[in-house]
DNA sequence: ACCAATACGACACATCCATGCGGTTGATTG
DNA sequence: CAATCAACCGCATGGATGTGTCGTATTGGT
């Protein structure tokens, strides 16, 4: 929680933005809206990492397409100066790369560029108040994701026991045979055993390809 | 997409939900709404999985704690015989867990019990219409899981280099040292080279280990 | 011109691994 | 009760790995 937002009940929103009608539009647009301000807008992340630091703005509405340094890096070169702002996305892209991109770099939420002036505000609103606003159809891309890793590097049918994932595991850490079973209190030829089993249901043959199998199924 | 979604213009929408008073409050909401019918109802995930390939809902509206079967584990195999029905998660539980568990499982929402009737029914449209209808918390823990993700695994300072990376890729397939260099063109000594570096790089002492910490860190 | 980093190559050797074979025990299930 | 399965244990052996030490070549930077 930074300084000004004790001391004040406006949202300060920042905009980052190269198309310059637009940018004027979203000023004026946030200034007519009860409880925002916008103390600054900017046509690349260079510019407004410049001054962040000085503004402390509560939210940023970012673009991802811009001159110079993207979108994207622009969430983690903000996010390491302002841990706490909040970085809204409102650009073009709603391709899944771009989208997940940009969540994994920090941002709380992700519009398209047609979302109508009420949605937005509503948007900004949803995010200050610990939501994270999206469209319909970016959001089921976001589960989806979830679903298709739930499904994982589509199993061939083979089930691992406890006891193997757990051989898995310890070999992962970097353990030899004997330490695995000085781990687990078992004996080496146990060890050897489970392994023996592991290579055959996962088809592999040595341990960098089990436990690196095993990682992209989730198994560990 | 079923036979019966496109002779009618309203969704059908099931309940799984063990409390008697619950279940029947959501059947009358549901079916004084325009567009939607409610069917049928369950208490639980069993009794609604000897019916729904008769009934064929559009979407089910789900509890979690149920007696019997999860509603966790009834989305996996109502999935498993109705892959294009919409999951609508119901519950009390606000836990990351539960929520990804949900989420993997191919719920495709997820809303909590106190949920306002006119939120539900314009929840359930959202995830007809491609949503994914969400707690505005719960919309925030999951995007917040893709920036956690993001961070990978705190580097300590280790860069490798492309070769080196190069390397342990192949050993993650399961490559030999011999086989490793017939991929990269290199004799054997100059992987077994490589790999030192990339041992000591890492810290550790195995293939295994140094696949894992490559994978958690995001380098292969 | 020199230094540091990177890539490449070679030899040696103790240890570890992958895989073959053979067993026993206990729990679950048809 | 027989059958299955997971987990447990042992022994043998060729080949792979981890680590030591020694080189050369190229490249980019001060």
């Known amino acids: 929680m930074n300084k000004k937002s004790v001391h004040n009940t406006t949202t300060k929103v920042i905009i980052v933005e190269d198309n310059q009608t637009i940018r004027e539009g979203l000023t004026l647009l946030l200034e007519s809206s009860p409880g925002l301000e916008c ?93 994270s606003p999206m469209t319909a159809s970016i959001a089921r891309k976001v589960v989806g994701f979830f679903s298709s890793s739930g499904k994982l590097e589509a199993v061939d049918d083979v089930k691992i026991t406890d006891r193997e994932r757990e051989i898995l595991s310890e070999l992962s850490k970097g353990n030899s045979y004997s330490q695995v079973g000085d781990a687990l209190f078992i004996s080496v030829d146990t060890v050897r055993y489970h392994i023996r089993n592991i290579y055959r249901k996962m088809q592999v043959h040595s341990q960098s390809e089990a436990v690196a199998k095993a990682m992209r199924r989730g198994w560990i």
């Not at 811009?66 to 391709?95: A, F, H, N």
Request: glycine share 12%; aromatic share 4%; proline share 5%.
């Open 39 to 131: 103390p600054a807008s900017y046509e690349s992340c260079e510019d407004m990492l410049a001054e962040v630091e000085t503004v402390l703005p509560d939210l940023i509405l970012m673009d991802i397409g811009l001159p110079g340094m993207s979108g994207i890096e622009g969430i983690r070169k903000v996010r390491g100066v302002q841990p706490e702002v909040l970085v809204l996305m409102l650009t073009v892209y709603e391709d899944n790369e771009k989208i997940f991109e940009a969540l994994c770099a920090g941002a709380c939420g992700y519009l398209v560029k047609n979302t109508k002036p009420a949605r937005l505000i509503e948007a900004i609103g949803e995010a200050v108040g610990g939501g």
